[in-house]
């Protein structure tokens, strides 16, 4: 099977605080973060917008880790730009300043070239948005999306008729429990999924991830790092080290393939805490992944 | 090694509140939890006190779970009693009422033939209280102790005293980090075994629990249970599952021992809360809970 992995999502400026430190117009965004993470598994397709002010370096960080940037637009006016605070406990935080600039009127237009996608990951959007990016892809194999409160809220019918064509549904455990009403997080995946994705991966930041299939549960703690320096797009390099190992191991969706992606994810979701944006994966390798993916085995076997 | 596990703890009349029900009186308190729990590996020897009005059925439920009830003490006056309702995420709870009553005055003085116990486990009470105890058993060869904010906040000295006898101290994260001052966990771990013990287990409730040794964390996550009933107690049949596998295996503590125990506690803690009080201990078996465990092993194995 010829793979390819596509991302459509946003690529940002962040300007981060934590209790630690300050950061200013670092590159961020979700399709950044997804992408450098998938990009050590193999080589992400990358569909987004940035402005007129993105620089090259960026372009440059991209182009270093494979990534396919065909799809990346430049449109007249600024990118897109978020702020937020961390609090002490580095779990919450309070975004400070959005400015959606051209990732406000976006519109993404698949090239031909990106249409026979094997992998599709839909980044936290609108599910309007979603739907009419995945109608441009002829036939997936495996379709995974990310959602937030804001959709559940404003665009509950949009999501709902979205879910059934998806493989996988990724989303926060507050998230899962704002859909379905179930307080019990157990029975909110299985309810996320019953209405309609195959499976369903709930993340639970600093906890760990879980997945649902149709007859079990499969748990992942998060990986015990001492040292979280920002917590920004750990979710979304999360999930591409989930799509980025399923689309390495060209594999159907069997258990065994989706547990060791979701073990994946959590190593690399366990990286990129480690500094500010994408500075901790730019300093990795696949050998110190595959070292921290077995030291992570053996810390949970007993 | 002649092994002996030893519990100083509360006895209570707990009544609950939650989301789906009800009920009034029930069979309560750590040492009860604790040494049910226990009793599904080793022969438990529990310290406590009871008033005039503690039932003979209850009695009755130690002795047919093989607990050794000689250091049960009968005292003039009425039994512990504890209220709580919790609130809908069962995560969070208030206290409504707590009647100390006989507990409140009450010195455990252990009997002769409990002074040789091998494994200690000094359920949630007073540092001083705790000190006191430990000092009536001869030669310990596994000390742990849970403690809690009230104490932190209250008697720090005397419970930073007490930390370097212990060889595990159990504890929620809220209280790891309230005693530390560390807000990211894994810091906040080590910084309290720093304090004394040679381990220390940090308690997450839902999210399962870590265990922090001189040079590695080892974390179990929560056995999903979709069927949350009643909570009360967790933390305590926890420390029974994993105190009283400790014992069974006769073993010094090394890691791969106290990994497996940490995997039986969960595995208790995961059943606890699937009725109302013991209701549901009351109903496992040995063979029961090892199944679990295997499957709760499968459902780490990636």
Redesign the interface.
């Known amino acids: 099977m010829n793979v390819s992995l596509l991302v459509v999502g946003s690529i940002a400026f962040d300007s981060i605080e934590t209790?630690g430190g300050t950061v200013d117009n670092i590159l961020g965004g979700s399709a950044s973060h997804f992408s450098v993470a998938a990009s050590f598994f193999t080589k992400p397709r990358l569909v987004g917008v940035v402005g007129e002010d993105f620089p090259d370096e960026h372009r440059r960080l991209f182009a270093a880790r494979g990534i396919d940037t065909s799809g990346l637009v430049t449109a007249q006016g600024e990118t897109f730009r978020w702020k937020g605070r961390y609090h002490?406990?580095?779990n919450t935080r309070d975004t400070l300043e959005v400015h959606l600039n051209v990732f406000g009127t976006f519109e993404p237009v698949l090239p031909e070239a990106f249409r026979d996608s094997t992998h599709v990951f839909l980044a936290n959007g609108s599910p309007t948005l979603q739907a009419r990016v995945l109608s441009q892809v002829r036939q997936p194999k495996a379709v995974f999306a990310d959602t937030m409160d804001l959709w559940i809220d404003t665009q509950r019918n949009d999501l709902l008729a979205l879910l059934p064509r998806l493989d996988g549904l990724l989303l926060n455990d507050s998230e899962a429990?704002q859909l379905t009403g179930e307080?019990?997080?157990?029975?909110a995946g299985?309810a996320v999924r019953r209405l309609g994705p195959k499976f369903v991966i709930l993340k639970?930041g600093?906890?760990?991830a879980?997945l649902f299939s149709a007859d079990?549960?499969?748990?992942?703690?998060?990986y015990?790092?001492?040292d979280?320096i920002d917590p920004t797009g750990a979710g979304d390099a999360f999930a591409g080290g989930v799509l980025g190992h399923l689309a390495e191991s060209q594999a159907s969706l069997t258990q065994?393939v989706l547990?060791?992606s979701?073990?994946y994810g959590t190593v690399i979701g366990s990286l990129i805490v480690e500094g500010f944006g994408l500075d901790r994966l730019k300093r990795t390798d696949r050998p110190e992944i595959d070292g921290r993916l077995e030291h992570y085995?053996k810390?949970?076997?007993?």
Chains 1, 2 share one sequence.
């Not at 307080?183 to 029975?187: D, E, F, Y």
């Not at 079990?216 to 998060?222: D, H, I, K, N, R």
């Not at 810390?299 to 007993?302: A, I, Q």
Request: hydrophobic share 45%; no cysteine.
């Open positions: 209790p002490t406990d580095m429990r307080a019990n997080l157990v029975r299985h639970k600093e906890h760990g879980m079990s549960v499969f748990v992942t703690p998060a015990p790092s001492a979280v065994s547990r060791r979701m073990a085995r810390m949970l076997t007993f």
